[in-house]
């Protein structure tokens, strides 16, 4: 096996272009193609083919937030768009902060890729769900459907993925059905009737097929082992989605040196690999992993090859915490019924580091199989991608749909025939979740959001359950990963959005009468000048809120009212989401709000603004559709790119209300420590 990544020959370039000209409908010459790129894996693997699809083909091949930020009062960027992980060389290639000037710096100007006139513009705003719900809802109409008449608390009981899981071919055991041409073919063979994963976090099932080898206890080690972690504004109760997540490494990491299998061994290379991911390696650790798996390297911050997640994105039921089992058998509001079945593997070794930064490829070709419902990232991984079909049933995704997991699950790549790549400047060899994992065995258990209990005699408008679990330290910030992003989001999602359960539970909290400098304000946005004011003000008392621990129960947990939603509105947002469901719209964003939040309309003071693309003067309040790009001079590489500066200073300290933070990275102390109770 070579330990580097390996370059398409001429020949395999010439075939592969040859391919491309004649509309991609070579499909031996495209399998040849990705099995000389598959080689550094694997001589004898029979790897799953597809072709090349171009994004011109896409009416949305982008994967961009473009909220904006209250004149700097509000950063979300800086949880996706950051030099940390890449200046402390941790398997990322796409610093996004300034910290390479080819790729501009995301928290300080909408610097998207430049236009092309053959694909639509980075810079237009193309999530009209997001955007404009009110279109969302004619589609639906126009079906003959009412909303209002869907029982959505039975449809978020009603389990969907075991019908989907009976569809993969193939041993549960090996990452690849090898079906041919099985459209669930890279479905993960993760059984969801062996689910829940034991209190240790090792899915184990009565079915022997499922597992590798018998424990103690005479059931099957599936290799599956379930992953906690810190969970931030993206896949929370309050967004309306929750995840579980599920780590399996290849049957070598799982034996002694002599072949035989060994829970032990097996536990320890998962804490190994933890470690590698976390920066957290020490020198007892040694440079390779344990067992059989002993010829393959510890490489900081990269998962070996072979690697496998499994991510079942569920709906929120706030009636779910894993003690009724008639209600959900999953804990932390995670509902029967799943939205999605998310699945990583990584196919080829990639070293981020022999790649420059600033040749990202967002307009090659994306190799996948849209039948099959998978896409290559280019940087290593296979990401593929089950959603729900009209009547709820799971299906695989497009090469559109999957685009969009690229521009987060990806890094940057040059090769002699480039492919699509994107990403963030936050992930970890492609990754979210394990470098978000709570260290040590506490982070080695079902996703359970900050241990939640659900309170069985809440009413449909109160919090319906709490937290037992506090705010734990950030490494680099020694300072709560909760707190950080709620002084300088100020929101509860990465949309700065501010739902009306959190708003109430702020009014009620921060008065003059509890000491606060001024009573929480409502956003006023009949004027700029009055929504930045009040938007600055509401930073503010939020800041005030955090340093005095009124986010924090007694006990140090972080407060159910910043999490949970009231069970009506939970049931508010599934109905939101089923409508893109019926539509089939996801292409159009998954994010569905009562109304356009607020973080996507205009409002700028005088001299700080920006026009349409067309020239057009914006209006105070007018969503934003579209931002103006740079056409000066179209033989500078500039030339088309997002010029629109996001108004955030990067001279302004924390303590005067600055937001920017250039070199954040998403990693805990460890030991586990939290933040203070009040």
């Known amino acids: 096996m070579s330990d580097r990544p390996t370059f398409l020959n001429p020949a395999t370039t010439a075939l592969i272009l040859s391919a491309m000209l004649t509309g991609c409908s070579d499909s031996q010459g495209q399998a040849n193609a990705q099995t000389a790129g598959a080689s550094v894996a694997s001589t004898t693997v029979s ?54 000037p080819r790729l501009g710096n995301l928290q300080l100007e909408y610097s998207f890729t430049p236009i092309s006139p053959f694909t639509a513009s980075p810079s237009r705003n193309p999530w009209e769900n997001t955007l404009t719900p009110e279109k969302l809802r004619e589609a639906v109409a126009a079906l003959g459907l009412d909303p209002q ?48 994963a034991d209190a240790d976090g090792f899915v184990r099932s009565s079915t022997s097929r499922n597992g590798f080898f018998q424990d103690s206890d005479g059931r099957w080690i599936t290799g599956w082992r379930a992953v906690n972690f810190m969970p931030y504004g993206i896949f929370t109760p309050m967004t309306g989605s929750v995840s579980g997540i599920y780590l399996r490494l290849p049957k070598s990491f799982m034996q002694r040196e002599d072949g035989s299998f060994d829970l032990a061994v097996y536990a320890r290379n998962l804490d190994l690999l933890e470690r590698a991911i976390q920066d957290r390696l020490r020198a007892e650790d040694g440079e390779v992993y344990q067992g059989a798996a002993r010829t393959v390297a510890i490489e900081r911050g990269l998962y070996p090859v072979g690697a496998e997640f499994a991510h079942p994105l569920h709906y929120v039921d706030v009636a779910a915490d894993g003690r009724d089992l008639a209600v959900s058998p999953y804990p932390g509001t995670r509902a029967r019924r799943v939205k999605e079945i998310r699945y990583m593997y990584k196919w080829k070794l990639f070293y981020p580091t022999q790649f420059r930064p600033g040749v990202k490829e967002e307009g090659a070709p994306v190799y996948g199989n849209d039948e099959q419902g998978w896409v290559d990232n280019g940087v290593g991984w296979y990401l593929a991608g089950f959603i729900e079909d009209k009547s709820g049933a799971l299906r695989p995704q497009n090469r559109e749909e999957l685009a969009q ?63 037992r679990l506090g705010d734990p330290l950030n490494r680099g910030l020694n300072k709560g990963e909760f707190r950080h992003f709620l002084d300088n989001v100020v929101g509860a999602s990465l949309y700065g959005d501010m739902p009306a359960a959190i708003e109430r539970f702020l009014a009620e909290r921060i008065q003059p009468a509890q000491g606060y ?52 509105d939970a049931l508010a947002a599934a109905r939101r989401y089923r409508q893109v469901v019926v539509t089939q719209r996801y292409v159009k964003g998954k994010n569905v709000f009562p109304e356009t939040p607020v973080t996507f309309r205009y409002f700028r003071e005088e001299g700080e603004g920006f026009a349409h693309q067309d020239g057009r003067l914006y209006q105070a309040g007018e969503v934003i559709t579209d931002r103006p790009v740079d056409l000066e001079n179209p033989a500078l590489i500039t030339y088309g790119v997002g010029i629109a500066e996001t108004l955030i200073d990067p001279e302004r300290p924390f303590e005067q209300g600055g937001t920017y933070f250039p070199d954040y990275a998403p990693l805990l102390v460890e030991p586990l420590r939290f933040e203070s109770a009040p």
């Open 517 to 568: 400098s001024a009573a929480w304000p409502a956003l006023d946005t009949a004027s700029v000048a009055g929504f930045q004011q009040s938007q600055a003000l509401r930073q503010t008392l939020l800041r005030e809120f955090t340093v005095r621990g009124g986010y924090l129960t007694a006990d140090g947990a972080i407060r159910g009212e910043l999490l949970y939603p009231p069970k009506a």
């Open 149 to 196: 008449t869907w029982d959505m608390q039975a449809y978020v009981r009603e389990e969907n993925w075991r019908a989907a899981f009976q569809q993969r071919p193939g041993d549960p055991r090996n990452w690849d059905g090898g079906g041919g041409d099985s459209r669930f073919r890279l479905f993960p063979g993760l059984a969801p009737a062996d689910l829940p």
């Open 47 to 100: 790897y799953p083919q597809g072709d090349f699809r171009s994004p011109i083909t896409f009416s949305n091949p982008y994967a961009q937030c473009h909220i904006e930020t209250s004149r700097g009062a509000q950063n979300a960027c800086l949880f996706c768009h950051t030099n940390g992980v890449y200046k402390a060389g941790l398997g990322n290639n796409f610093p996004q902060a300034g910290a390479e």
């Open 405 to 467: 997991c690229i521009g987060c699950h990806s890094g940057v790549s040059a090769t002699e025939f480039p492919v699509f790549t994107s990403g963030v400047g936050n992930t970890v060899d492609s990754t979210w979740s394990l470098p978000r994992k709570f260290p040590g065995e506490s982070g080695w258990r079902e996703m359970d959001y900050l241990s939640y209990l659900a309170k069985a005699d809440a009413g449909p408008d109160e919090t319906p359950g709490q937290a």
